[in-house]
């Protein structure tokens, strides 16, 4: 699934709907949507912040609506963690 600046937007505006009375994380997705780059997926999911929790609840409670919706994340993290497995192999070999 292509990666378009129309999934981003999608995810950001779940993000600002989910955390719409937190001004911190509305300053994180603000923060996220001024400066993300693909590298940083595993950076933006693993941080204390609204990515994580939004993410993990809706895998939790099987939420296809808001993982369809983070499809933009879900791919880069998924492209980090295969580029850094593979790194890991190469370093035994």
Do not use: G
């Amino acid at each position: 699934m292509p990666i378009t600046e129309k999934a981003k937007n999608e995810m950001l505006n779940v993000s600002h709907q989910h955390d719409k009375n937190n001004i911190i994380e509305l300053e994180r997705i603000n923060e996220l949507e001024k400066t993300y780059t693909a590298d940083k997926a595993i950076f933006w999911y693993t941080r204390d912040s609204f990515l994580y929790r939004l993410l993990n609840k809706a895998f939790l409670i099987d939420d296809i609506d808001i993982i369809f919706k983070c499809r933009f994340i879900i791919i880069d993290l998924f492209q980090q963690l295969t580029n850094l497995h593979r790194e890991f192999i190469k370093s035994f070999d």
